[in-house]
């Protein structure tokens, strides 16, 4: 299947300041990546979706001014999470859909777990 | 809210088929049936996906009843590495459909 990356693995940082998560499409390119974020013993949320050229699409909920995402290019788009607090410790999922011979499938990376101090 | 409904646990002895079903009475025609599980700690990883016929690959086999209404996910030989949350999803596959997940079914493989 088609390979998705996330840089870091995993992050702590102290309260107050910001951390840029990078999501990378490997071997496809991608006009359209997702942003989840997973808190323990629940299921993944959709944040936002990240489009390629343009501005992201958030849903309700999601402060946009607080995770910004950028879509800079086909195999890259990145969230930053501004300003961090203890409650946006979380497990910062991505995904993007490439299409298969079914049709598009989406493909997700590793993940990001963010610890805010 | 998800579309689907699957039951919250299940254990399967190591070695023996599972089974994970999946209620989705509410399909629409174009929207295909999708599999993702996730072990512990990572990202989710696509298992299979079909629209009305039978489906088979290398991770598992995919059986859609006819009316498809539901389906189920057969894992044919079931190892401890298959521990694992699966989600059914529906949706279309035109590419830029968010994904939106229920709470899936925590499979459990009994050494």
């Known amino acids: 299947g088609a390979v998705v990356s996330q840089h870091p693995s995993r992050v702590i940082c102290k309260s107050g300041t910001s951390v840029k998560i990078e999501c990378r499409s490997l071997?496809?390119?991608?006009?359209?990546m997702f942003w989840y974020r997973q808190f323990p013993k629940k299921s993944l949320m959709l944040m936002a979706t990240?489009?390629?050229?343009?501005?992201?699409?958030?849903e309700q909920g999601v402060e946009k001014d607080k995770f910004l995402i950028n879509h800079a290019s086909l195999t890259l788009s990145t969230l930053t999470v501004t300003s961090a607090h203890p409650e946006d410790s979380s497990f910062y999922i991505c995904?993007?859909?490439?299409?298969?011979?079914?049709?598009?499938?989406?493909?997700f990376g590793p993940g990001t777990r963010l610890t805010v101090l | 809210d998800a579309k689907t409904t699957q039951p919250t646990s299940m254990d399967c002895a190591e070695g023996r088929a599972a089974n994970l079903p999946c209620n989705h009475s509410?399909?629409?025609?174009?929207?295909?049936v999708y599999w993702y599980r996730q072990i512990h700690s990572q990202g989710p990883q696509y298992i299979i996906h079909?629209?009305?016929n039978n489906e088979t690959n290398e991770m598992a086999s995919l059986i859609i009843t006819e009316d498809r209404k539901s389906s189920t996910l057969i894992l044919p030989h079931a190892t401890l590495r298959d521990t694992a949350v699966y989600y059914c999803?529906?949706?279309?596959?035109?590419?830029?459909?968010?994904?939106?997940f229920g709470t899936g079914t925590r499979l459990t493989i009994i050494p």
């Open positions: 995904s993007a859909p490439t299409l298969t011979s079914g049709g598009y499938t989406q493909y």
């Open positions: 071997d496809f390119q991608a006009t359209t």
């Open positions: 990240s489009n390629e050229g343009s501005k992201a699409t958030y």
């Open positions: 509410t399909i629409s025609g174009n929207e295909y």
């Open positions: 079909g629209l009305k």
């Open positions: 999803i529906v949706m279309s596959n035109f590419g830029n459909e968010k994904l939106t």
